[in-house]
Structures are given as structure tokens and as C-alpha cells.
């Protein structure tokens, strides 16, 4: 392993060890209150499909184009909608995803919420997504299918975005509070993210942006760490990942954005969620590994499925028409039944339920709005301003103060540490380099 990935580790092992010391988080930083959406007993759409196409504005908020529509399939939302963007007046790009409501689905119990994201040119993805739909119906969830530009989001080396391209956080952090504000009666603890190739390095993305709302991630052959990753809690992961994968390779290889390994990006999250030792290895069944740490901070696990012989797949008896260039598929082992098993364990925390319901919720209207200057007006006749934008949440803020204080004391003990380390390796060469009893010189 390099010694860029050392530091890093390093680093995150000693993050950890400040935040094992720190105390139980007190009883102002607890969920208070209810955690649903505005006037959720209101959000009752019917069972089906509905496609939403509008603009990402800033906040951000959804401008939608028109009123989500029911679709009879999902056909219409694999058109070439998003890959030849429309562009409105405000050079905004025209965006689009899609909602499953399943026929379980009812206004007053909050439901769970899993992302999907496709992979790049959304090859197998209409078989995925019915697989998807199928799973959503079974178990009662709210499904959100997004979609890059291009049918390719903006996610590159370590997970992280193009500084040029579209950003794409925005686009899902948009959808997401209109669902929750707008369409649907959603758990704002239990929202996840699954997606497979570039779609599940999206989802570490997502993770890392956008923790204060995404509670545990599962991508499909695409394992990624980001560096820098900008959570403020532990992430739970579930991930799957063939050893004769030629796209994105086992152990490490292959284009740019990917280098490393899985096993790198395994071990990389477990210190980052401060797990303890790993459990043993266990086959869950013939050519398939599980590895996992569960032994984690904030109850979060960290579990790697390796399936041997599978390539560049969705492992599940799907019937996907997959090319010759992504390698064998693995029909034997269903990873949507180990995904949702897996959600359904590791919801976000309790203390952080107030926070994700106020992340979600829009933010106010701009100051230039009739409904802002009346409340400015309002606020400022008892002494008190409002400021443009949402409020800062409490909590969150407090949380990432607490979050950035531990940041900043295992940077500095990480590069004592490296300083300490830099100094003996020197001690060791000098007296490697010095003459010996026998008047040789050591080249070593």
C-alpha cells in the first residue's frame, strides 16, 4: 500500500482514538420532537410510477418543470430526456428522476427511502431498475431513481466531482426535500443510497456531502472511500464485488478514477467508522465471502461481500442481458435481499433525527419575496433579523463544530506521529550508512 493511503489511514486511526475518549452526546444534542414531514398525513399519492422533470435552483430547492406524472412504466424515463438536457431560460439544466410508490405505502407511518443510481450509459440498468421496482413493491419502500447528465454523474477519483461539471449533490439533495416537503411521507432516518459502477462511487459521494441525511450506502462494484470524505458521522456500508471485475478491478488498477483496491476501500471505512477488529470471514454460501466489522462506532458495520468468478454485475437472479465485456454474472446470490436486510438494521441514529428532518425541509424564500420581507419586517420589529437563506440547524452545527475540534487534534497527533516515524527511519539508515567492526560500509 502507498504511503499517501498510510497517512491517510493513520490519520483516521488516530481520529478515531479522540473520538472514543469524547463523552455521550448530551441531552441537548438528542432528537426532540417529531421527525416527519410537514403535514404528512396530506401525502397520499396513489401506488405507481411517477416521473418529475424541473430545475435545480439555489438552496438548493426543486423548480419543478410541471407536476410529477404518472407513468405506466419506467420506459419513458430511460428516454433522451437527460441525455440531451433542455435549458430554460436561466441556463439551468433540465433534470428529471423517478418515483416508485409502492401499494403498501400509507401517509401515516413515515416510510424508508432508498436512492438508486444507475451506472454510466444505463446498459443493464432497465432490467436493474425493474429488479428495483419489484424490491420496492416487496418491502414497502419509497424508491428515488436519479439520473447524471448524459446518463453519467459527476463522480471521479475518490469519489469526488469535476469542479466543472454539473453538480450533481445538488440535483439529489433538490429531489430529496421535494419529496419529503412535497409528494411523499418519508422517515428521515431512513433514507439510503444503493447504486451500482459509477452510481454507487455517486452514493460515497452522497455519503460524504450529504451524511447529515444519508444513513448507510450499498454500492455494486464500485467500493470507494473519499478522500477527502467530508462525513459527520459514521456511514454504515454494504458492498458487493466480483473477483474477475475487468472494469473496475479487485485489486486495484484499471482507469484513473479508480487506482486502488477494494480491500483498501473496506479498510478505509472501518477506521473511519472507528470499528473494532473484524470479525472472521464466513461463506455465506459456495464463492461467496462476507467479511464485516459490526463492532463500530454510532452501532454503524462495514460489510464486504467478495463473489469469486463474478465480473461487473448486479449479483441476482435478474436475467440481465449483460455484455461479454463485463465479465460472468452471478445469478446464485441475491444482493437486493442482503441490501435491504441491511438498511432496514442500520437507520440513522436516534440523536440524529432532528437534524436530518431539518436538513430536508426547504429553506425559506429568497429575501426579495413578498412572504421573506414580511417576516423580516416581523422579525425585526422584536429586535431580531433574519438572515438570507435557512438557519443553521442547532445541532447539525454543533455537531460538525464537535466533528471538525476532533479533525483538527488527530491531524495534529497524526503528523507528530509521522515526524516521529520520518525520525527513526532516518536513525536507522545513519547507522545503517555508519562503518561496522569490519571496516564495511552498509549500501542498504
Known amino acids: 500500500m502507498g504511503g499517501g493511503n498510510s497517512a491517510v489511514r493513520l490519520s483516521l486511526a488516530l481520529l478515531c482514538v479522540a473520538l472514543r475518549t469524547q463523552a455521550v452526546p448530551p441531552a441537548?444534542?438528542?432528537?426532540?420532537?417529531?421527525?416527519?414531514?410537514?403535514?404528512?398525513?396530506?401525502?397520499?399519492?396513489?401506488?405507481?410510477?411517477?416521473?418529475?422533470?424541473?430545475?435545480?435552483?439555489?438552496?438548493?430547492?426543486?423548480?419543478?418543470?410541471?407536476?410529477?406524472?404518472?407513468?405506466?412504466?419506467?420506459?419513458?424515463?430511460l428516454s433522451p430526456l437527460s441525455a440531451s438536457p433542455l435549458i430554460d431560460e436561466s441556463t439551468a439544466v433540465r433534470r428529471s428522476f423517478l418515483m416508485a410508490v409502492p401499494s403498501s405505502y400509507n401517509?401515516?407511518?413515515?416510510?424508508?427511502?432508498?436512492?438508486?443510481?444507475?451506472?454510466?450509459?444505463?446498459?443493464?440498468?432497465?432490467?436493474?431498475?425493474?429488479?428495483?421496482?419489484?424490491?420496492?413493491?416487496?418491502?414497502?419502500?419509497?424508491?428515488?431513481?436519479?439520473?447524471?447528465?448524459n446518463h453519467a454523474f459527476n463522480v471521479h477519483?475518490?469519489?469526488?466531482?469535476?469542479?466543472?461539471?454539473?453538480?450533481?449533490?445538488?440535483?439529489?439533495?433538490?429531489a430529496l426535500r421535494y419529496l419529503y416537503s412535497?409528494?411523499?411521507?418519508?422517515d428521515p432516518r431512513r433514507i439510503f443510497c444503493a447504486g451500482y459502477s459509477r452510481g454507487g462511487r455517486f452514493c460515497a459521494q452522497l455519503a460524504s456531502e450529504l451524511s447529515e441525511v444519508i444513513a448507510a450506502i450499498a454500492p455494486v462494484a464500485s467500493l470507494r472511500f473519499p478522500m477527502p470524505n467530508n462525513a459527520t458521522r459514521p456511514i454504515s456500508v454494504i458492498a458487493f464485488h466480483g473477483t474477475k471485475d475487468p472494469i473496475n478491478p479487485y485489486d486495484g488498477g484499471g482507469g484513473a478514477y479508480w487506482s486502488t483496491?477494494?480491500?483498501?476501500?473496506?479498510?478505509?471505512?472501518?477506521?473511519?467508522?472507528?470499528?473494532?477488529?473484524?470479525?472472521?470471514?464466513?461463506?455465506?454460501?459456495?464463492k461467496v465471502a462476507m467479511q464485516q466489522f459490526s463492532n463500530c462506532k454510532e452501532s454503524s458495520a462495514v460489510v464486504l461481500f467478495t463473489l469469486e468468478g463474478m465480473g461487473h454485475v448486479w449479483p441476482g437472479p435478474f436475467g440481465y442481458n449483460w455484455v461479454k465485456a463485463v465479465g460472468p454474472p452471478?445469478?446464485?446470490f441475491n444482493a437486493n435481499a442482503q441490501i435491504n436486510s441491511f438498511f432496514q438494521k442500520h437507520p440513522l441514529p436516534e440523536q440524529f433525527g432532528d437534524a436530518a428532518r431539518k436538513a430536508l425541509e426547504p429553506p425559506p424564500p429568497p429575501l426579495g419575496s413578498r412572504s421573506a420581507r414580511h417576516r423580516?419586517?416581523?422579525?425585526?420589529?422584536?429586535?431580531?433579523?433574519?438572515?438570507?437563506?435557512?438557519?443553521?440547524?442547532?445541532?447539525?452545527?454543533?455537531?460538525?463544530?464537535?466533528?471538525?475540534?476532533?479533525?483538527?487534534?488527530?491531524a495534529s497527533a497524526a503528523s507528530l506521529v509521522l515526524f516521529l516515524?520520518?525520525?527513526?527511519?532516518?536513525?536507522?539508515?545513519?547507522?545503517l550508512a555508519k562503518p561496522s567492526q569490519r571496516g564495511t560500509i552498509s549500501l542498504l
Open 330 to 332: 452471478f445469478p446464485a
Open 157 to 174: 477519483r475518490d469519489a469526488q466531482p469535476d469542479a466543472n461539471g454539473e453538480d450533481d449533490v445538488a440535483y439529489a439533495y433538490a
Open 28 to 77: 441537548a444534542l438528542l432528537a426532540a420532537g417529531p421527525v416527519t414531514g410537514p403535514a404528512c398525513a396530506a401525502k397520499q399519492p396513489d401506488a405507481g410510477l411517477y416521473i418529475c422533470e424541473g430545475y435545480v435552483q439555489p438552496g438548493p430547492t426543486w423548480k419543478p418543470a410541471a407536476a410529477c406524472k404518472r407513468a405506466k412504466s419506467a420506459d419513458r424515463f
Open 261 to 286: 483496491g477494494v480491500l483498501d476501500a473496506y479498510q478505509s471505512w472501518a477506521l473511519f467508522n472507528c470499528c473494532a477488529t473484524p470479525e472472521p470471514t464466513i461463506y455465506v454460501q459456495k
Open 421 to 431: 516515524v520520518s525520525l527513526e527511519s532516518l536513525r536507522r539508515r545513519r547507522a
Open 376 to 410: 423580516r419586517s416581523h422579525s425585526h420589529s422584536r429586535g431580531q433579523l433574519r438572515s438570507e437563506g435557512p438557519a443553521p440547524s442547532t445541532i447539525a452545527l454543533a455537531q460538525r463544530q464537535q466533528s471538525q475540534q476532533h479533525v483538527v487534534i488527530a
Open 107 to 149: 401517509a401515516s407511518i413515515p416510510a424508508s427511502l432508498v436512492i438508486l443510481c444507475p451506472d454510466t450509459g444505463r446498459s443493464p440498468m432497465d432490467s436493474l431498475l425493474d429488479a428495483a421496482l419489484a424490491t420496492s413493491q416487496r418491502f414497502g419502500t419509497l424508491l428515488l431513481v436519479l439520473d447524471g447528465v
Open 182 to 186: 412535497i409528494a411523499a411521507c418519508i
